[in-house]
């Protein structure tokens, strides 16, 4: 069988690596660079590096970061934070960066997601689609978790499948950095609802909820933060990764 990709999923503040919880309070890891450097030497198949900081601080994306980052890594990277111009991907892209992952930027322009499709294929395109569970249903938000629009999580995947993104990064606010396991009903709807890869993100507590992401909530691979830089309920920084052996046991033990 195919394995499907696990992927760490890293934060950034400043110059600063952190793990958040429901995206909010920050804690310490590392360097950015220097835990780059750590999982480049495990098996892993991509990395997602988010700057949590850069719409909060209404900046651009931190070029310095992301040339330090691509210099210590030698697996794919994605990049999100602060985009919001086509000239700012190109410029990432360029400077070795795989994949853009794109959420308040799409919003402020809605033709970025089509642009950035067309200039550089749809396969280098991610969207986030961050969602809260409120009282009237799942529903999806922007900027860094601060504003709740109206339409439901698949519902603004579908928009942003069919604007061009090559991929969603699909996470759940309730979840995030509890290691409470995903919110299945919430990766299932978007699973439904699109053709293109879902990545499953926040929530993950142990490898086998990295399974029931891709089994139970269909999608296509599985992100996690805490479950790969802290060990215990200390919340110790210990950064690690199974091999790609243990990954496919995990996986074909599950299709058995």
């Known amino acids: 069988m195919r394995v499907p990709r696990v992927i760490p999923c890293l934060l950034t503040d400043g110059q600063a690596l952190v793990k958040t919880r429901r995206f909010a309070d920050p804690t ?4 950015p660079a220097n835990i780059l450097s750590i999982f480049s030497e495990f098996e892993v198949d991509e990395i997602v590096v988010l700057d949590i900081a850069a719409t909060r601080e209404r900046r651009g994306p931190d070029l310095g970061l992301i040339a330090r980052v691509v210099d210590e890594s030698i697996v794919p990277l994605a990049y999100g934070g ?3 111009r086509l000239e700012e991907i190109d410029r ?11 959420n308040s930027g799409w ?27 409120t009282p009237q249903g799942l529903r999806t938000v922007t900027h860094c978790g601060s504003r709740v629009r109206g339409e439901a999580p698949a519902e603004w995947a579908v928009r942003a499948a069919d604007a061009g993104a090559g991929e969603l ?29 879902v990545i499953a993100n926040g929530g993950a507590g142990s490898r086998h909820d990295l399974v ?41 033990s599950a299709a058995t």
């Open 28 to 31: 310490y890891v590392g360097d």
């Open 82 to 84: 602060g985009i919001t």
């Open 92 to 102: 990432i892209i360029d400077m070795g960066i795989e994949k853009v992952v794109l």
């Open 107 to 133: 919003v402020a322009d809605p033709d970025l997601v089509a642009s950035a499709a067309a200039r550089h294929g749809s396969q280098a395109v991610v969207v986030a689609v961050d969602a809260l569970r």
């Open 169 to 197: 990064l699909v996470t759940s606010i309730d979840r995030e950095g509890t290691r409470a396991g995903y919110d299945l009903e919430l990766i299932r709807s978007v699973s439904d609802a699109v053709t293109v890869p």
């Open 212 to 252: 029931r992401a891709v089994r139970d909530g269909r999608a296509t691979a599985a992100a996690a933060g805490s479950i790969f830089v802290f060990y215990g309920s200390l919340r110790a920084v210990l950064v690690n990764f199974p091999t790609r052996a243990q990954v496919r046991e995990l996986f074909v």
